[in-house]
């Protein structure tokens, strides 16, 4: 199964999610930063819903343990692989390996365009330029026999 492309904004928050829960052991939605999509961001109840989403995100890569509900979801490290994850880029890493590979799909659908059109011009052009070379050829024959 294919995981969910992230997005430029979402790298930053998840990162930090990442980061609180190596320091803290925990990373819970109410012991995170504000998002700033609102004035009741403070209030558990307005910021666990907005953090469902990132939790999901990580259970998704499996970089940390998550336990998810609608109350109360909390992220917890796994010692190494989460440790791993965050010294290898985290979820930036993540972030511009996806965008190397969505430059290089575009770059191979372009050159398969450019391939396409090219192959259109030269099935057009082929015969064409068959029967010129085969006139050419019958009057260098033809010359040649006249200056014998």
Request: aromatic share 12%.
């Amino acid at each position: 199964m294919e995981k969910s492309n992230l997005h430029k904004d979402d790298v930053k928050i998840l990162d930090n999610i990442i980061k609180v829960c190596l320091e803290n052991g925990i990373a819970q939605a109410e012991n995170l930063p504000d998002l700033g999509n609102g004035f009741l961001d403070d209030i558990k109840d307005f910021k666990q819903p907005e953090y469902l989403r990132y939790f999901k995100i990580i259970q998704e890569y499996d970089v940390a343990d998550v336990f998810l509900t609608l109350d109360s979801s909390h992220v917890r490290p796994y010692k190494i692989v989460t440790e791993r994850f965050k010294v290898e880029g985290g979820f930036k890493n993540i972030f511009d390996e996806q965008q190397k590979i969505i430059e290089s799909r575009k770059r191979q659908q372009e050159k398969e365009i450019n391939e396409a059109i090219l192959s259109k011009w030269h099935k057009k052009t082929y015969w064409w330029t068959f029967c010129v070379a085969i006139a050419g050829f019958i009057m260098a024959l033809i010359a040649l026999f006249l200056k014998r």
